[in-house]
């Protein structure tokens, strides 16, 4: 079982081969790489199948024993600093990894194409590498909202949906280095403990702190489309509808509930917080019960 963690890295790493060597054939061989274009497609849907076995495979060995693995390695040290890059497998991991391959596979045998941001966010093991996964993921969602650029409503809607999401971002990334500020560390496995220390001994700024949540689950509110940064949505469909209806729909707003999902430990422990994501999550649902009967009567 340990060795099957130990090779946890394919998850995110395998499909990417195949994306990247269709950009770069864009770029030096455009007519070769589209002739070769159901090529390409048939071994996407292959690494991407793989990775979902492998997923399965992990999923059941958590079912069976509940287990948490995390392997890290050190990218950046100095005297004062160091960041850590590796990935984190424990059951919410391996459900989100499950969801986002099958429905990934769907998209790629509709639409030959697919993104891997995904996958390395549910496995990142600290908030730095969700970070930088998390705008890989909107950089995706932004070109396909805008494939269609020559189209006035496309460019508009992807721009839309750029400078939404910026909004929640920059406060997902302030609430990021406040609670760097406050524990000196981004990995979850120190973060968790520090936290709960500080809370126990009341040794941290109710207010502060309860601010860096706030900015945090701001992320998650612009990625999920809720209110009141839920605008960007709707225009979403201005892309190639049915994959733009697979990506945005089925994985792209899960992150924002992968995002509180994963931080809930720091959730829990501050008052009233959560009341305050449920108050978002009812007031979303209220705007788009009624956006969606009005669309339905015109």
């Known amino acids: 079982m340990e060795q099957t963690y ?3 890295w394919i998850i995110p790493f395998l499909p990417l081969p195949v994306p990247m060597l269709i950009g770069l054939g864009h770029l030096l061989f455009p007519t070769a790489t589209k002739s070769l274009r159901r090529m390409w497609a048939f071994q996407s ?9 492998f997923s399965l495979n992990l999923s059941i060995q958590q079912i069976n024993s509940s287990s948490v693995y995390q392997y890290v390695w050190s990218w950046i ?3 004062d600093f160091s960041l850590e890059f590796g990935y984190l497998i ?10 986002i391959t099958t429905v990934g596979i769907m998209v790629l045998i509709y639409s030959d194409n697919y993104i891997t941001s995904m ?14 996964f998390w705008e890989l993921v909107g950089m995706c969602s932004y070109l396909l909202i805008g494939f269609w650029f020559t189209r006035p409503v496309a460019a508009k809607a992807c721009q839309k949906a750029f400078v939404t999401n910026r909004v929640g971002d920059f406060g997902l990334l302030l609430g990021i280095l406040g609670f760097y500020w406050i524990m ?16 126990s001994n009341n040794e ?6 309860t601010l860096c949540v706030v900015l945090l689950f701001a992320g998650a509110i612009a990625k ?28 792209m707003v899960a992150v924002g509930i992968f995002l509180v999902a994963r931080l809930m430990p720091l959730f829990i422990v501050i008052p009233h917080i959560m009341n305050f994501i449920s108050f978002i999550g009812i007031i979303t649902f209220f705007f788009r019960s009624y956006f969606s009967s009005c669309s339905k009567r015109h």
Do not use: C
């Not at 996958?119 to 930088?132: A, E, H, R």
């Open 184 to 199: 000196g560390s981004f990995e979850f496995r120190d973060l968790f403990q520090i936290f709960n220390n500080l809370i």
């Open 90 to 99: 424990d059951p919410l991991t391996s459900i989100m990894s499950i969801l």
């Open 204 to 209: 941290v700024n109710s207010v502060f702190v």
């Open 6 to 8: 130990q090779y946890a």
């Open 77 to 79: 040290i100095n005297n």
């Open 224 to 251: 999920s489309a809720q209110f009141p940064l839920h605008v960007w949505l709707p225009d979403a469909m201005e892309g190639p509808t049915p994959i733009s209806a697979l990506i945005h729909a089925a994985t």
């Open 45 to 53: 849907v292959l690494l991407l199948s793989i990775v979902m076995i």
């Open 119 to 132: 996958l390395g966010l549910v496995t990142s093991s600290n908030l730095i590498q969700i970070y930088i």
